[in-house]
């Protein structure tokens, strides 16, 4: 993650993965905005689709691509800004949330043709650099319930659709890298140091889980109230099957860091990472399979639901995600 892991790699090439399973991945595009004045190609950090027709992708130096036609065309946003957005989600097709660094949170209500500063969190006077606030991830179980996270254990939530924004109690001081949330009372955050937190009472607490390591870890999928998976540092895949009270280490191929994971049901599931890794699960992430994806590439951001499966990473590519 850069903002945290996918925010500190540089990356170089496109890939073309074809996975044993009578399915493949698919290169849709690669971006040509350039981030510096070697002509570099700018990362891409988060994908997200509000349904089976309207996606979004944010990355480097302000990028928002949208489709509204399954992924067959990516058009440009302007959301204002000019620096990285490290996440986005969308509630419905219309109104939508980015982070961008500078820990700001925009929100669109016409489907990203317009994007509005809602919510700033101010450093204090005289921070150093390494003390500036930064915000990682957000989730949105429905309209008005939503959640970010970031540097110094901060969680902040709103109940008004983004309108305004607490400050929730996390109990630690850790960078907190990832939020996910099953509906919109049950979710987990995840962390530096091994920090897994837990709620099932909208986060007005939340309850430390133990996960056995100190890892970094950097982001969890739910595809129930009861299963999940975590994945992090040096190869470190973590499931649950009873929301959390233990977490079982699940033995890989792999020492890559892993940068993302999701579900496209109980049974299928993918996992990306550095050097162009991505895993696959068909058994609810007890098990998991390399894919060769034939690139060494760093792969941040994943999204996966029904038949909408893509991934985004290092040097502006998207990839899709198909049965033959």
Same mark, same amino acid.
């Given at each position: 993650?850069?903002?945290?892991?996918?925010?500190?790699?540089?990356?170089?090439?496109?890939?073309?993965?074809?996975?044993?399973?009578?399915?493949?991945?698919?290169?849709?595009?690669?971006?040509?905005?350039?981030?510096?004045?070697?002509?570099?190609?700018?990362?891409?950090?988060?994908?997200?689709?509000?349904?089976?027709?309207?996606?979004?992708?944010?990355?480097?130096?302000?990028?928002?691509?949208?489709?509204?036609?399954?992924?067959?065309?990516?058009?440009?946003?302007?959301?204002?800004?000019?620096?990285?957005?490290?996440?986005?989600?969308?509630?419905?097709?219309?109104?939508?949330?980015?982070?961008?660094?500078?820990?700001?949170?925009?929100?669109?209500?016409?489907?990203?043709?317009?994007?509005?500063?809602?919510?700033?969190?101010?450093?204090?006077?005289?921070?150093?650099?390494?003390?500036?606030?930064?915000?990682?991830?957000?989730? #949105?179980? &429905?309209? @008005?319930? $939503? /959640?970010? %996270? !970031?540097?110094?254990?901060?969680?902040?939530? *709103? +109940?008004?659709? =983004?309108?305004?924004?607490?400050?929730?109690?996390?109990?630690?001081?850790?960078?907190?890298?990832?939020?996910? #949330?099953? &509906?919109? @009372?049950? $979710? /987990?955050? %995840? !962390?530096?140091?091994?920090?897994?937190?837990? *709620? +099932?009472?909208? =986060?007005?607490?939340?309850?430390?889980?133990?996960?056995?390591?100190?890892?970094?870890?950097?982001?969890?999928?739910?595809?129930?109230? @009861?299963?999940?998976?975590? %994945? !992090?540092?040096?190869?470190?895949?973590?499931? *649950? +099957?009873?929301? =959390?009270?233990?977490?079982?280490?699940?033995?890989?191929?792999?020492?890559?860091?892993?940068?993302?994971?999701?579900?496209?049901?109980?049974?299928?599931?993918?996992?990306? !990472?550095?050097?162009?890794?991505?895993?696959? *699960?068909?058994?609810? =992430?007890?098990?998991?399979?390399?894919?060769?994806?034939?690139?060494?590439?760093?792969?941040?951001?994943?999204?996966?639901?029904?038949?909408?499966?893509?991934?985004?990473?290092?040097?502006?590519?998207?990839?899709?995600?198909?049965?033959?």
């Amino acid at each position: 993650m850069k903002f945290s892991a996918r925010f500190i790699f540089n990356s170089a090439f496109l890939i073309l993965i074809t996975c044993s399973v009578q399915a493949q991945w698919q290169t849709v595009r690669q971006d040509d905005t350039r981030c510096d004045a070697k002509g570099t190609r700018c990362d891409l950090n988060a994908v997200f689709f509000a349904d089976k027709e309207n996606g979004w992708i944010v990355g480097d130096r302000g990028i928002v691509r949208a489709t509204q036609n399954e992924g067959e065309r990516w058009a440009s946003q302007d959301a204002g800004v000019k620096t990285a957005l490290s996440d986005v989600a969308f509630v419905n097709k219309k109104e939508g949330f980015l982070i961008a660094s500078g820990a700001r949170i925009y929100r669109t209500s016409d489907s990203g043709n317009n994007w509005a500063l809602i919510y700033q969190i101010i450093a204090a006077k005289n921070a150093a650099k390494q003390e500036l606030p930064e915000l990682y991830s957000l989730a #949105f179980p &429905n309209k @008005k319930k $939503g /959640w970010v %996270v !970031g540097t110094e254990g901060r969680i902040f939530h *709103t +109940e008004d659709g =983004g309108q305004s924004w607490a400050q929730q109690e996390s109990g630690t001081k850790e960078e907190l890298v990832h939020v996910r #949330f099953v &509906n919109d @009372k049950q $979710g /987990w955050v %995840v !962390g530096g140091k091994g920090t897994i937190l837990f *709620t +099932e009472d909208s =986060g007005r607490t939340w309850a430390t889980q133990k996960s056995g390591s100190k890892a970094h870890l950097y982001h969890i999928d739910a595809y129930s109230k @009861k299963e999940a998976v975590i %994945v !992090g540092d040096n190869g470190l895949v973590l499931r *649950t +099957e009873n929301a =959390g009270l233990t977490w079982e280490q699940i033995k890989i191929e792999t020492k890559q860091t892993l940068l993302s994971v999701a579900f496209v049901n109980d049974d299928l599931g993918f996992i990306i !990472g550095w050097r162009g890794t991505i895993l696959r *699960t068909g058994d609810g =992430g007890k098990s998991w399979l390399m894919q060769e994806s034939g690139t060494k590439q760093n792969l941040y951001g994943l999204f996966a639901k029904k038949k909408a499966i893509w991934a985004v990473g290092g040097d502006g590519l998207i990839l899709r995600y198909q049965d033959k």
